[in-house]
T-cell receptor, first 112, second 115 residues
Framework: SQQGEEDPQALSIQEGENATMNCSYK?????LQWYRQNSGRGLVHLIL?????REKHSGRLRVTLDTSKKSSSLLITASRAADTASYFC????????????FGKGTKLSVKP | GAGVSQSPSNKVTEKGKDVELRCDPISGHTALYWYRQSLGQGLEFLIYFQGNSAPDKSGLPSDRFSAERTGGSVSTLTIQRTQQEDSAVYLC?????????????FGQGTRLTVV
């Protein structure tokens, strides 16, 4: 079963705009991770937020985590055409060392 | 190697044949994961290895699917009597306990087409 569920399923914006993607999960977590996938092949790790953190930044990325609502959001500021990709959240089951369960992803399209 | 390596990158097979997909994780990574991704869909978890043992194989879709890992390194995913619904990209990832299993590194996947 899917642990994380992202929304929206698809998002289309203009270059320069901000993109916000959300992820909800079901069980308690140790950390939550966001990944990016280009062209349906390998995923690349973007950022990890631990359960005791509420917000984290990395470049143009900002991630928030609300453990009371079991949800996280990924914000990409000042988007670029190169940000076009699918974005997935993932949570490890069974603490920090369990198998990683991924959501279904948000397909982001940034138009130049 | 520098990254996770999967082979072959593409495989076309006839329905009913067996296939073997290989994954070479990053050296020293004890955790290894297999996922399946159908076109335009999310990642479907198949199996997870910690060392040579598989604490969670709950995602394997049927008894036609099996996986093994030897020497805490290379893993092979075997699909017997392939069906057309097995067509997908099969992704492998590995992670390191020294990093708290925090970040998974992915291979480029094997695109399997069953005709």
């Amino acid at each position: 079963s899917q642990q994380g569920e992202e929304d929206p399923q698809a998002l289309s914006i203009q270059e320069g705009e901000n993109a916000t993607m959300n992820c909800s999960y079901k069980t308690s977590i140790n950390n939550l991770q966001w990944y990016r996938q280009n062209s349906g092949r390998g995923l690349v790790h973007l950022i990890l937020i631990r359960s005791n953190e509420r917000e984290k930044h990395s470049g143009r990325l900002r991630v928030t985590l609300d453990t009371s609502k079991k949800s996280s959001s990924l914000l990409i500021t000042a988007s670029r055409a190169a940000d076009t990709a699918s974005y997935f959240c993932a949570t490890p089951q069974g603490g920090s060392q369990g198998n990683l369960i991924f959501g279904k992803g948000t397909k982001l399209s940034v138009k130049p | 190697g520098a990254g996770v390596s999967q082979s072959p990158s593409n495989k076309v097979t006839e329905k009913g044949k067996d296939v073997e997909l290989r994954c070479d994780p990053i050296s020293g990574h004890t955790a290894l994961y297999w996922y399946r991704q159908s076109l335009g869909q999310g990642l479907e978890f198949l199996i997870y290895f910690q060392g040579n043992s598989a604490p969670d194989k709950s995602g394997l879709p049927s008894d036609r699917f099996s996986a093994e890992r030897t020497g805490g390194s290379v893993s092979t995913l075997t699909i017997q009597r392939t069906q057309q619904e097995d067509s997908a990209v099969y992704l492998c990832a590995s992670s390191s306990p020294r990093q708290g299993n925090t970040e998974a590194f992915f291979g480029q996947g094997t695109r399997l087409t069953v005709v």
